[in-house]
């Protein structure tokens, strides 16, 4: 499965963004995906990722309550609604894709074998 992301742009501290992510091919039940963020000079860092089996969800600390994975299975997309966007979430965000994964490597970027291009999110104060 080849993995595209989309939808990356500049907005002002507290706006919104919707990421896209579109897979080549149909997500089936074992799959993964994630999303993972990287700024200038930092690592790259887990954000969301989500289990289309039984469609589990999962985020990092720093987003919750304010970012929103989910799935569109017709399109073959899942999205991240970002909102209330802090200059601090400004970085390259990449979706990621895994057949298989299980709970505890969701989070861990070296499980994924699929990535799509990263996008460039950039939130000014």
């Known amino acids: 499965v080849q993995l595209q992301a989309s939808g990356g742009g500049s907005v002002q501290a507290g706006g919104s963004l919707r990421l896209s992510c579109t897979a080549s091919g149909r997500f089936f039940s074992g799959y993964g995906t994630g999303w993972f963020r990287q700024a200038p000079g930092e690592e790259r860092e887990f954000v969301a990722a989500l289990r289309h089996g039984r469609g589990d969800k999962y985020y990092a600390d720093s987003v919750k309550g304010r970012f929103t994975i989910s799935r569109d299975n017709t399109k073959n997309t899942v999205y991240l609604q970002m909102d209330s966007l802090k200059p601090e979430d400004t970085a390259v965000y990449y979706c990621?894709?895994?057949?298989?994964?299980?709970?505890?490597?969701?989070?861990?970027?070296?499980?994924?074998?699929?990535w799509g291009q990263g996008t460039q999110v950039t939130v000014s104060s």
């Open positions: 990621a894709g895994k057949a298989g994964i299980i709970t505890s490597s969701v989070f861990h970027a070296e499980y994924y074998d699929s």
